[in-house]
């Protein structure tokens, strides 16, 4: 099994920035994709960012592409989303996500998940 446990969310205004953390633990040696998903009040959960670690490339929504960017650190098992010029649409519970396959856009296709994180952008 692997665990993962986000950090990082709270509110900010508009234009302002974030950065969000995921830890893995467990079997992390398991995980070939990390990412995030979010979930807005009220709307379907959508795909933010993910990346295969044997990628240098990292897959973006296009809603957040030139203001987020995913990285990470394999020593530590983390991965991290740097968020900057938020909107009020931003405003979601952030998921982390992991995989023993590749990264991708589709939710079901990862089995390890975190309980999520708050991010509120305020107008």
């Known amino acids: 099994q692997v665990q993962l446990v986000e950090s990082g969310g709270g509110l900010v205004e508009a234009g302002g920035s974030l950065a969000l953390s995921c830890a893995a633990s467990g079997r992390a040696s398991s995980i070939y994709a990390m990412g995030w998903f979010r979930q807005a009040p009220g709307k379907e959960r959508e795909f933010v960012a993910a990346?295969?670690?044997?990628?240098?490339?990292?897959i973006y929504a296009d809603s957040v592409k030139g203001r987020f960017s995913l990285s990470r650190d394999n020593a530590k098992n983390t991965v991290y989303l740097q968020m900057n010029v938020l909107k009020p649409e931003d405003t979601a519970v952030y998921y982390c996500?992991?995989?023993?396959?590749?990264?991708?856009?589709?939710?079901?296709?990862?089995?390890?998940w975190g309980q999520g994180t708050h991010v509120t952008v305020s107008s």
């Open positions: 996500v992991a995989d023993g396959g590749m990264a991708t856009m589709t939710a079901s296709r990862y089995r390890y």
């Open positions: 990346r295969t670690w044997s990628d240098v490339s990292t």
